[in-house]
């Protein structure tokens, strides 16, 4: 059974730093484009970033380039997302996602996985 577990959210001040990752189990990491995707309360979910395997491509949503760095580690099955300079508008629940293939859109049906999700709060 294929599953995705987040953990690294909590509660920081503006400013700060986390590092969410993500544990994949349950289905061949390497075949799967990764993304991290996030829904603010009272928001629609929206990527954050995401990155392929193939040709290691990465992308980043315009409100987390230069803050946000996302990584995978194939040999471990993990998904991390490093989160720098944290603001308050970051406030959100973050999910991992995996795509078969490559990442090419952020069209939430093209994901056939999804983690639980992990609360991140950035207070001011």
């Known amino acids: 059974e294929a599953q995705l577990v987040e953990s690294g959210g909590g509660l920081v001040q503006a400013g700060d730093s986390l590092r969410l990752s993500c544990a994949a189990s349950g289905f061949t990491f390497t075949d799967y484009g990764i993304a991290w995707f996030r829904q603010a309360p009272g928001k629609q979910r929206e990527q954050v970033s995401y990155?392929?395997?193939?040709?290691?491509?990465?992308h980043y949503a315009d409100f987390v380039k230069g803050r946000f760095t996302i990584s995978r580690d194939n040999a471990k099955n993990m998904l991390y997302l490093q989160m720098n300079l944290l603001k308050p508008e970051d406030t959100a629940v973050y999910y991992c996602a995996v795509k078969i293939g490559m990442v090419t859109s952020s069209d939430e049906s093209d994901y056939e996985y999804w983690g639980q999700g992990t609360q991140v709060t950035v207070s001011s």
């Open positions: 990155i392929n395997n193939k040709d290691g491509e990465t």
